[in-house]
């Protein structure tokens, strides 16, 4: 072949050179999954916030373990030559639509993670239509998430506390602002052993020392969005600091049992659901006890190490009880075919947390809405290379766990 000197004419149509751009836009153009928003996350955010998302318990065995679960299955069944140019993603909530089979968990200090805080997920969650449960340990108040979001399907998420009075002024707050239904979370009776906050010397607010002095060197926007918003702390208990196991030792209570449930329904007439189930009969007890949907939950790993792997429990507890009460899961779930395999195992719908967090460090409400994106693509990528036109159409069958 006979070689020739290249011609400006034939190289100007290959030239996309770009300037850089600024702001969360440009930050994550290039960002194609969770794990690509969570490296841009890590880069903007001090070592104690960042750890406080990411991590988990003692060894972090049942974080790993988590999302491993969803790595090993393996979809079957796939039906080829089926028209899937129309793909219906929606489902229904405790009886509220929702676009996807996912909703936003409940997580607590999320203004620690950027100063938008729950506003901004809130907010993302009501563009998207999705449901969003605000946690005890917000640092955003039931009423200011409801002003910021008023037509979000809202959730509040409850420990009970050792003071009775105030759990029951915290439900009265979410009944008068709004909140649809309220998570009881069940297994935190004590903390977890959370290594990396106490190498990291978490506390809330953060503590000005000479290595989180140095940490405002090299993170100058977050510490700079920090000092000049309002104050970090907790929306529902103001003026207490502290590290994380401090707070939960002092304030939770860890005599609760199962008649505190029927304490809930005599204080709360709304929808309840039970989170941190962990058996086939705790999720029995907890119909017994009138809830109305359970999450199988090892609190992402945070709490017990080596707590049963939920993705490979949630098909007992259906079983078990799914035909009386709706069934969620969480733990491990990172994209949309982790949503999807959790619908096909019977979930009605899979708990995102550290997926939104990782997103909100990388992007604030920009990056939120990213993250949508990238799990309402996987969702309707995955039913579309299935052969699936519907989420009723999603069954076991579409899958099998690998041993590997």
Known sequence: MQRRMPRWEDVKPLLKIQPPGLGPEARLANAGDIYDLRTIAKR????????????????????????????????????????????????????????LPMAFAPTGFTRMMQHEGERAVARSAERAGLTYALSTLGTTTPEDVASAAPNLNRWFQLYLFKDRDFSGELLRRARDSGYSAVILTVDTAIPGARLRDVRNGLTVPPSLTLKTLFDMAIHPAWWFNLLTTEPLEFATMRHFDGTVAEIVAHTFDPSLNWSDIDWMRNHWDGKLVIKGIQ???????????????????????????????????????????????????????????????????????????????????AGGEHGVDRMIEMFTGGIKRTMQLLGVTSLKELGRHHLKIRNE
Not at 69 to 79: F, L, M, N, P
Not at 344 to 359: E, K, S
Request: hydrophobic fraction near 45%.
């Open 44 to 99: 903007r955010t001090p070592r104690a916030a960042f750890d406080y998302t990411d991590g988990g318990a003692d060894q972090e065995i049942a974080l790993r373990r988590s999302r491993e679960a969803y790595q090993r299955v393996e979809w079957q069944d796939i039906t080829v030559l089926r028209d899937v140019s129309e793909i219906d993603t929606t489902t229904s909530i405790l009886g509220v639509p929702s676009n």
């Open 279 to 361: 058996s086939v009969a705790d999720a029995q007890r907890a119909v017994d006890h009138g809830a109305d949907a359970v999450i199988v939950s090892n609190h992402g790993g945070r709490q017990l190490d080596r707590a049963p792997t939920t993705f490979e429990l949630l098909p007992n507890v259906v079983d078990a009880i799914g035909d009386k009460v709706e069934v969620f899961v969480d733990g491990g779930i990172m994209d949309g075919g982790d949503v999807l395999a959790a619908v096909a195992q019977g979930a009605t719908a899979a708990f995102v947390g550290r997926a939104f967090l990782y997103a909100l460090m």
